[in-house]
């Protein structure tokens, strides 16, 4: 996740009902729409990674984003994509420089660690993610020397750097 370089955090909430049947397809449905209205308004979102949680409080099921790009999305226009959606309300911040992706997005994994984070935890946030940690745009992930990497490439190199010194903020996580 380090590796690619994302500029802005993007949360979009209420995705999906607390009590969907089926939050995931719900959820991935509404977070496609609000990038198809961002299209349709000559907005681009540029590369996405995303995370579906629940909150821990309110079981509000909504969306984590990553967002590199040209430029921020104009929040008005975030706000008004996910309203057409179907979702709730936006925010995008930047992230500061020495803050890691995964310190904003995909924090229901990290954060729950140190909260005696449970089996049911991470089976319930798979299946809110369609069985998968998340999910990535084409030209999301990048090297260290800036090149695109697909996400199969971009996992191999992951392993590859655990097993070297330049394993820096790679993290696994095992269930």
Do not use: C
């Given at each position: 996740?380090?590796?690619?370089?994302?500029?802005?955090?993007?949360?979009?909430?209420?995705?999906?009902?607390?009590?969907?049947?089926?939050?995931?397809?719900?959820a991935?449905?509404?977070?496609?729409?609000?990038?198809?209205?961002?299209?349709?308004?000559?907005?681009?979102?540029?590369?996405?990674?995303?995370?579906?949680?629940?909150?821990s409080?309110?079981?509000?099921?909504h969306?984590?984003?990553?967002?590199?790009?040209?430029?921020?999305?104009?929040?008005?226009?975030?706000?008004e994509?996910a309203?057409?959606?179907?979702?709730?309300?936006?925010?995008?911040?930047?992230?500061?420089?020495?803050?890691?992706?995964?310190?904003?997005v995909g924090?229901?994994?990290?954060?729950?660690?140190?909260?005696?984070?449970?089996?049911?935890?991470?089976?319930?946030?798979?299946a809110?993610?369609?069985?998968?940690?998340?999910?990535?745009?084409?030209?999301f992930?990048r090297?260290?020397?800036?090149?695109?990497?697909?996400?199969r490439?971009?996992?191999?190199?992951?392993?590859?750097?655990?097993?070297?010194?330049?394993?820096?903020?790679?993290?696994?996580?095992r269930l």
């Amino acid at each position: 996740m380090h590796w690619a370089g994302v500029r802005r955090s993007v949360t979009i909430t209420e995705v999906a009902a607390r009590d969907d049947d089926d939050a995931w397809q719900t959820a991935r449905r509404t977070v496609n729409r609000v990038r198809e209205y961002l299209h349709r308004q000559s907005v681009d979102p540029g590369a996405w990674g995303y995370f579906i949680e629940e909150g821990s409080k309110t079981g509000m099921v909504h969306a984590h984003v990553g967002q590199h790009g040209p430029k921020p999305i104009p929040k008005d226009q975030l706000q008004e994509a996910a309203h057409r959606a179907g979702a709730g309300w936006t925010r995008v911040e930047a992230i500061r420089q020495g803050k890691g992706f995964a310190q904003y997005v995909g924090k229901g994994f990290a954060s729950y660690v140190g909260k005696g984070f449970t089996t049911d935890d991470g089976q319930r946030n798979l299946a809110l993610n369609g069985g998968r940690l998340g999910h990535f745009s084409r030209g999301f992930f990048r090297s260290p020397k800036g090149e695109t990497l697909g996400v199969r490439e971009a996992e191999r190199r992951a392993a590859e750097a655990l097993q070297t010194e330049e394993s820096g903020p790679w993290v696994i996580i095992r269930l």
